[in-house]
Structure formats: C-alpha cells, structure tokens
C-alpha cells in the first residue's frame, strides 16, 4: 500500500501528530480479508505504509470494528503496534482501553475514538471494553481521566452522522453540544459520512464534522 501514500507522505510528515482513520479492522492471521456476508478488514501491511506516510496513530472506531470479532480487534492492536503506531478505539484488554498520551512539539495530546455503533455485530461477549461507543458522559469521563494523567489537549474522533449525507445531523449535533459543553475536549473530528461535512464551532470548540474519506 505504501505507493497510495506517496503524494501526501511529505505533507503529512511534516504534523508534529499525524492521525489517520482506519475504518476496517486487521484480519486475523491466516483468515481471508474479504468475508461474507459483509465482514471486512484490512491487510496488517496496511499499517506499515501508515506509518511510513508519516502517520503516528489511528483512530480504529468505526461501525466494522467488531466485524471479525475480538480476533479481529487484536490482531488490530498488533498490527499497529508492531509498525510503532498508536490507535484509538479498540482494546486488547480493558487495561488498555485508554490510550497512552503523545507529545507533539512539547504538547502533551490525548486521542480517543468513539464509533455510533457496529450495525448489528455484537460486541465479544462479556468484553464491552473491546470498541468504544458513543456516549456523550463516557466520553468526557475519558477526557477528564486522560487530562488527570497529563494530557493539555484532548481530540476526539466520532465515526457518526449519516452515510452520503453532507449536514450534521440532529444526534451529531446533541453528542457534539453535550460533549464540547464539558470543557475536558479541545477538538472534535468525525468520520462515517464519505462525504464532506461543515467545520463550524461548538460551545468555542472546533468540530470537523465530516471529513469525507
């Protein structure tokens, strides 16, 4: 994949914290990528042309990421960590749901991910900690612990709002007001759309609200 990157990988190496989305899962070891009906993943290389674009981590909530079940989520994890990046969204263990803070240019920055849900797949059983769904109080809850740990800047990515429409929509618009009213999250950016969505500000907060593909 690593050719795909090549006209942006000098822009995106030069962000002090580059974060792409990652909207499928890495498959498990010997499974196939494309599975029926409608389960997809990622090939674990992809991460390694992330990282070589420059990207530092991913955003890995998305409505597919239970897709290949708790097999999937780790191989997830493992994937991106064997390449040196971070991701947001899903956990190996519920120890690990939170994610470890990052420095950029000497700005300690926080980076949690939230999916509005996975279409129907049920999380693994027992393991609600695997992908994070979007919950206006657990979100600002993480915030707060995040800052509790040293983080001055908290972004936030939500894969939310409805496919191939373009305007906000009215549960965008009430997670992004309830979350943004709290004080704990400096930037919000969504995902899930395909198409592009406003920037506009909430409560003083910057919202990207879609950000297409």
């Known amino acids: 994949y690593s ?3 090549t006209n942006i990988t000098p822009l995106v190496s030069e962000a002090d914290i580059a974060i792409c989305h990652l909207e499928a899962p890495i498959a498990p070891p010997g499974q196939e990528v494309m599975v029926e009906p409608q389960r997809i993943s990622s090939a674990a290389s992809i991460t390694n042309a992330l990282a070589g674009a420059g ?3 991913c ?3 998305s409505n597919h990421s239970v897709d290949r079940g708790a097999a999937g989520v780790d191989a997830t994890v493992a994937a991106f960590a064997a390449a040196g990046m971070g991701q947001s969204g899903v956990a190996a263990s519920e120890a690990t749901r939170l994610p ?3 420095t950029g240019n ?5 980076h949690l991910a939230y999916s509005y849900g996975f279409d129907g797949t049920p999380l693994p059983a027992g393991e609600p900690w695997r992908a994070n769904v979007i919950d206006p109080a657990l979100i600002i809850a993480d ?15 939500l894969h939310w709002g ?3 429409v373009s305007n906000p929509t009215a549960d965008q618009q009430r997670v992004a007001e309830a979350v943004t009213a709290s004080g704990q999250v400096n930037l919000i950016v969504g995902h899930h759309s395909h198409v592009m969505q406003p920037i506009t500000q909430v409560n003083g907060v910057w919202v990207a609200w879609g950000m297409s593909n």
């Open 3 to 5: 050719s795909m990157f």
């Open 143 to 157: 915030a707060a612990a995040e800052r509790a740990m040293g983080a001055e800047v908290v972004v936030v990515s």
């Open 100 to 102: 470890e803070i990052m």
């Open 106 to 110: 000497g700005v300690k920055v926080a």
């Open 55 to 57: 990207f530092d981590r």
């Open 162 to 164: 409805a496919s191939m």
């Open 59 to 61: 955003s890995t909530a």
